[in-house]
Each structure stands twice: as C-alpha cells, then as structure tokens.
C-alpha cells in the first residue's frame, strides 16, 4: 500500500506521496511578486481563475490556496471584524486639518487590522472583514446633501480631500520596502456622490474642467503620491460609459497618466449594473468582459463566473483574465500571505494592539481636534 503524507500548505517544499519536489516559482519568497503571480496564474484552470476575481474567493487546495475575502473596511477604524479602536468619522478628521495625524490615525488601523488578520488566521478564519485588503478611504467630493454619505468624505475641497488621502494611505500600507502592512483602496473612482436612489443608473456628464480640477485631483494624489495599490470604480456611468468599464478612466488616466499598478476592484454590485442600471451590455458574460477589459481586475459580487461563457463566446481571451489575476495575487504576494511568517514583520503584531490604550488616547486627541469654532473676523463670513 502507498504511503501518503499529509500536503502542508504554502511554503512548505514537499511533495505528496512523500517524496521531495521541485519548489513551485510561486511558493518562491526570493523571486519578484510579478514572478510569482504569473507562475501560480499559469497553474490554474479557467474556472478556478474566474472564482479568484470575486471578492469571495475560495480555496484551491491542490495549489495551497486558501480562501480569501477581499472585502474590509477600516474608513475610521477596522469594522465589523470585534472590537477596534473608533475615530471620528472622515468628515470629522478632515476638519481637524492635521494631516500628520491622520498618518497616525491610520498606521494604528493598519496595525489593529494585522493583528486581527494574524489572529484570524491562528484560528483558521478566512472570513470577510478579517482580510488585508482595506475598501478605504472614501475621497469623494462631498457636493451634494441628498448623498447619505457625506460623512465617510473629506469634504468638497480637493486639496484638502488629497492631502488626508495620501495620508491615511501611507499611514494604512506602510514602509516596509518588501511587504505592504495592508493594502488601501481610493474609492469610488470617480465623479460618485449623487443622490443613494440614482447611483446604479446615474449617467454624470461633468465638464472636462470641474473633472480635472474637482473630482480627479484627490484620486492623481492618491495614486501618484500616495501609491494606493488598490482602486475602486464606482456604480455611475461617465459620458456614457460605466465607471467600471470606462477605458478614459481607467486606462488613459489611471494606469495611462498616472501610472498605476495596482489592481482596480468594483462596488458591490456594479458589474451587475453595466447591464441592469445602464443598460450598457445586455447579460453578464458582456459586461463582465467588458469590465475586465477596461481594467476592472475583481468584482464585489459573483458576476465573473460569467467570464467562463466569455471566453468560450470569443468576448474576452483567457490571456485578458490572467493579467488581471495576475494583479490580483501580486498583492496578495506583497502582503505575504504565501510567505513564512518570520519573513514578515507585521506578522508579528499581537491581538492586545487592538483597542490598546495607547490608541484610545489618540482617537480622544482626534475627538478632540475634530471641533472646529469659527470666529466670524471682520466679517469674512
């Protein structure tokens, strides 16, 4: 009878049947995250490649890969994931005009949400909310009072809205020259803060001017200096095109101008918009290629499994899909989710940081800030 050994998971070098095997390139630390996708992309079948570009992706156990959601937030503090240290709400940050304390604010975030993620995963948890990969911050500009959102923004200045932006992004993913602490995401992308009830048809036509200086700004900031590694397209269609499938978005400034490398994830449901709120394709396999043609990398929904039909209907190649996969795993290569721990520093990050109370004092500090008197000088007001 065989004797069978038991395959560890990730880094570990040997093979089934307990004989010794060749390391995959993608089990690798040495080599470059691009290396690594690329080789882990190359290994899998189409309809597991489709399953990995939904924010819920599942383990591929012949591969090593465990289950991973890609949905969290931490617009104020790491939610829906226990207890967590609570700041003011964006709003409230952004008057405080303290952008080294928004740095700080977010470095103690991403440190809570370490310490979360390396507990979870003590514990065998790939549940949503415990992951690396951060749905924050929101830099819409806040112009309209009928979008019940307002509080999530830094307001309807976009100076200011890029100068908190690419402070709570450096404070969120960190210095580390190998390793991001967590991933952050500039979200929606772009002209988003309509009223809640038009959002998932809303066709917005600003003028080139108030799209360059007011609702694009804040994004160049936070790509170009910030160097969020994650977008997330919006629900409203621009000039006729969906925000998710809109190739002067998402092409020509974002990885064109900007030169962005990160990969771009939708909102909740906006694939499912191209064909039902716009009415822009007609099904699901069409939007699908459409989006990922234009460079939306991951849906927040389940509407890729429709790609299989895609490529099997010539609407998309299978070539397209991998290189959004391919971003995809980069980051989950630059967050060291296949590394040994001990090659990580922020694995080592205990659960007694979250809610500590040294980070109680600095949300009171922020509290504190956030009450803005103004004095009505001379008449200014």
Known sequence: MAHWT???????????????????????????????????????????????????????????????????????????????????????????????????????????????????????????YYGLTFWSPNINIFRDPRWGRGQETYGEDPYLTGRMAVAFIKGMQGDDPHYFKVIATAKHYAVHSGPESTRHQADIHPSERDLEDTYLPAFH????????????????????????????????????????????????????????GHQYKPNAAEASAVAVKAGTDLTCGNEYRALVEAVKSGLIAEAEINRSL??????????????????????????????????????????RKAIVLLKNDRGVL
């Open 221 to 276: 900031a936070a790509i170009t200096e910030g160097k969020a590694d994650s977008v997330m397209c919006a629900y409203n269609s621009v000039d006729g095109v969906p925000a998710c499938a809109n190739t002067d978005l998402l092409q020509k400034y974002l990885r064109g101008e900007w030169k962005f490398q990160g990969y771009v994830v939708s909102d909740c449901g906006a694939i499912s918009d191209i064909f039902r």
């Open 6 to 128: 038991r395959c560890l998971p990730l880094f570990v070098t040997l093979a089934c049947f307990g004989q010794p095997a060749e390391q995959p390139a993608y089990l690798n630390p040495d080599l470059s995250a691009e290396k690594r996708a690329a080789d882990l992309v190359s290994r899998m079948t189409l309809e597991e490649k489709v399953l990995q570009m939904q924010n819920s992706a599942p383990a591929i156990a012949r591969l090593n890969i465990p289950a991973y959601d890609w949905w969290n937030e931490a617009l104020h503090g790491v939610a829906r994931a226990g207890r967590a240290t609570v700041f003011p709400q964006a709003i409230g940050l952004a008057a405080t005009f303290d952008t080294d304390l928004m740095h700080r604010i977010a470095d103690i975030i991403s440190t809570e949400a370490r310490a979360k993620y390396n507990e979870a995963i003590r514990n065998d948890n790939h549940a949503r």
């Open 326 to 367: 391919e971003r995809l795993f980069v980051a989950r290569f630059k967050l060291g989710m296949f590394d040994p721990p001990e090659r990580v520093p922020f694995s080592k990050i205990p659960y007694s940081e979250t809610d500590s109370e040294a980070h109680r004092k600095v949300a009171l500090e922020a509290a």
